[in-house]
């Protein structure tokens, strides 16, 4: 695995629950097509799982 991740969220968190939500904040996401890069550790594979249907991995 690489040092970093690029996750990137393509759908919008209206009607998620408040965990969710928070999570996608707390990936240090803000708005759709909206990416960050982060260290690739267990806890962020485990925060993308928890919300793997608003946001997805970037390849580069």
Same mark, same amino acid.
């Given at each position: 695995?690489?040092?970093? +991740?690029?996750?990137?969220?393509?759908?919008?968190? *209206?009607?998620?629950?408040?965990?969710?939500?928070?999570? @996608? &904040?707390? #990936?240090?996401?803000?708005? +759709?097509?909206?990416?960050?890069?982060?260290?690739? *550790?267990?806890?962020?594979?485990?925060m993308?799982?928890? @919300? &793997?249907? #608003?946001?997805?991995?970037?390849?580069?």
């Open positions: 695995m690489a040092d970093t +991740i690029t996750i990137k969220q393509v759908r919008s968190t *209206n009607g998620c629950k408040q965990d969710q939500v928070r999570t @996608v &904040k707390a #990936l240090g996401l803000r708005r +759709i097509n909206d990416t960050h890069t982060i260290t690739d *550790n267990e806890s962020v594979r485990g993308i799982f928890k @919300v &793997k249907h #608003l946001v997805e991995i970037v390849e580069e």
